[in-house]
């Protein structure tokens, strides 16, 4: 079993800043990719990035690339998301997940066996 913790979400105006972490406990050995997606009102969720636990090699959405970067600092089980020159469209619940096993589909959610309760980002001003 792993658990996934979400933090970081709020209210950013537009242009502006913020980073999302994931906190992960339980089988954190078990972990081969840990993800970020998102879901916006009304419609269906999205991936955002994605990185390997053992390498760190990322992928991103064409949507995000340039503006966000996910890392993660394995002495602590935590992921990040940062967000830079957010726009209102970045506007959902943001969530993390885990994938214990190699998966190919990065941006396919059901290549992930865990996930958070997801953290409302909210770009406006």
């Known amino acids: 079993q792993v658990q996934l913790v979400e933090s970081g979400g709020g209210l950013v105006q537009p242009g502006g800043s913020l980073r999302l972490s994931c906190a992960a406990s339980?089988?954190?050995?078990?972990?081969?990719?840990m993800g970020w997606f998102r879901q916006a009102p009304g419609k269906e969720r999205e991936f955002a990035a994605s990185?390997?636990?053992?390498?760190?090699?990322?992928y991103y959405a064409d949507s995000v690339k340039g503006r966000f970067t996910i890392s993660r600092d394995n002495a602590k089980n935590t992921v990040y998301l940062q967000m830079n020159s957010l726009k209102p469209e970045d506007t959902a619940v943001y969530y993390c997940?885990?994938?214990?096993?190699?998966?190919?589909?990065?941006?396919?959610?059901?290549?992930?066996?865990?996930w958070g309760q997801g953290t409302q980002v909210t770009v406006s001003s």
């Open positions: 339980g089988s954190i050995f078990s972990i081969n990719t």
């Open positions: 990185i390997r636990w053992g390498r760190g090699v990322t």
């Open positions: 997940a885990a994938a214990l096993r190699p998966i190919a589909a990065m941006s396919n959610p059901r290549s992930y066996d865990y």
